[in-house]
């Protein structure tokens, strides 16, 4: 995923959090915010260290991008969001964190389906 993709500043962070709507599965929580002037959807990533140690967090935040880089041509392009992980996220390899995030996109209409 490109680094165009991403939401890297504390002041990006805290706008989707007070102006965007939020939602949770067992596994992972959106924030996401409609935004009309940007010609892509990002994201940002949040794995607290409660989760695990720097490998797993890593490793999560790899699963993560990788499930938006391949719904990359599905997703609306007018939104910025952010996953926060949550501890069970821990436990579950690539593919259930893939339909975990579908899921969550799905649910909050992110998709094009």
């Not at 409609?34 to 935040?61: M, T, Y």
């Not at 910025?80 to 259930?96: F, S």
Request: charged share 30%; with cysteine.
């Amino acid at each position: 995923m490109k680094k165009s993709y991403r939401i890297k500043k504390d002041v990006e962070f805290q706008k989707v959090f007070k102006q965007g709507a939020s939602f949770a599965n067992r596994q992972l929580v959106i924030y996401y915010l409609h935004k009309n002037d940007q010609p892509h959807f990002r994201i940002g990533l949040s794995v607290s260290k409660k989760v695990g140690n720097a490998v797993e967090r890593n490793q999560i935040k790899r699963y993560i991008r990788q499930a938006f880089t391949e719904l990359q041509c599905e997703i609306k392009n007018e939104y910025d969001m952010i996953i926060i992980a949550r501890k069970p996220v821990k436990a579950c390899n690539y593919h259930e964190v893939r339909r975990s995030v579908e899921h969550l996109l799905f649910k909050t209409k992110l998709l094009n389906k």
